[in-house]
């Protein structure tokens, strides 16, 4: 069974760490040994900048990320390919693990729409308008209230994405905002890496308004393998143990909120410390196929959550 991932920080930390994506034990959650184990086609990239990074410093970092994917795609081609258009889909399983950057909040563009152009042409296809924080765009779900909606960049930033081709990612997006986008958009939009808040209860998490909005514009909810959101904390705060079962669960909710045609997998490997029990990188997924089809999920649909439904996806958003 193929694996298709909306969400990884993976070459952030090569950036940030010089650490080697195709080293088995070299300190990643995602490297090239394990994609293998998983069936790994296709890996979203994402391009984080923190927010310690603004401006000038956002935008050098963001390309520095760029450099590395693009890196490993040159000196590793026989291992990573890099994907920016739909003749680029389906990866072939055991062929090169295609790759799309993907950035992380808007920051690096520093409210010029002209860097967007030149990040497209770096092979950027997707933007999560922000991170937690604040910027340009508009305020992350890390803001306390009252939380602004999009900036007149944002307005012009998404219109701008939708017409090159540039998937238009609500994560970390709270509301106005992500109303203000869902009035926006043409083409489905996607939140590549969430889990559900009727499930745990935090900002970060969808609710089943926003997952049954972006369902009914064509797009796709990526369910995440972060225990943060996928167990809500004891009266100390403490995080109970989480595993596989719990991302199961998130991942029916979302099939019951919006259709298994709009689930995917956005797991957020590389993007926290503390892992699942059972999951704690793709070699491990086995365990999630098992939970889905204890909770009856049938193959077909496990199928179309690992890899069908994001490649689909991919080929109706992507520029030709």
């Known amino acids: 069974m193929a694996y298709a991932d909306a969400h990884a920080d993976t070459f952030y930390r090569v950036a940030l760490e010089q650490l080697d994506p195709l080293a088995e034990h070299g300190g990643l959650h995602v490297n090239l040994p394990r994609m293998r184990q998983a069936g790994q086609v296709l890996q979203a990239c994402s391009v984080f900048t923190p927010r310690s990074f603004s401006g000038e410093p956002a935008e050098a970092f963001a390309r520095r990320i760029l450099a590395c994917i693009h890196d490993a795609c040159a000196c590793h081609p026989k291992s990573f390919a890099l994907c920016g258009r739909r003749d680029s889909l389906p990866p072939v399983p ?7 950057p993907w950035l992380e909040g808007a920051g690096p563009l520093r409210g010029n729409l002209s860097l967007l152009d ?4 770096l092979g950027v296809r997707g933007i999560g308008l922000t991170h ?4 340009e765009v508009a305020d992350g779900c890390g803001v306390p209230e ?3 909606g999009l900036s007149e960049f ?3 930033l998404v219109a701008r994405m939708e017409a090159l081709g540039v998937a238009v990612d609500c994560a970390h997006l709270p509301q106005p905002a992500f109303d203000d986008v869902m009035s926006l958009v043409r083409r489905p939009p996607i939140i590549t890496h969430t889990g559900c808040r009727a499930l745990v209860p ?3 998490n969808a609710d089943d308004a926003m997952m049954r909005a972006v369902a009914q514009r064509g797009g796709v909810v990526g369910l995440d393998f972060y225990p943060g959101h996928l167990v809500p904390a004891d009266a100390d705060g403490k995080l109970p143990e989480a595993g596989s079962r719990h991302v199961a669960d998130h991942i029916v909710h979302a099939i019951d909120v919006c259709g298994r045609e709009h689930v995917v997998l956005g797991g957020d490997f590389d993007g926290f410390e503390d892992a699942c029990s059972d999951l704690h990188h793709p070699g491990e997924l086995d365990n999630l196929r098992r939970a889905l089809g204890q909770r009856g999920l049938a193959e077909t649909g496990i199928e179309a959550v690992f890899s069908g439904n994001l490649l689909r996806y991919l080929r109706e958003v992507l520029p030709d």
């Open 94 to 100: 055991g062929g090169p693990v295609a790759l799309i």
């Open 118 to 121: 030149e990040f497209f042409a």
């Open 132 to 135: 937690n924080h604040a910027n």
């Open 146 to 148: 009252p939380r602004k």
């Open 154 to 156: 944002g307005r012009e």
């Open 202 to 204: 935090l900002t970060r």
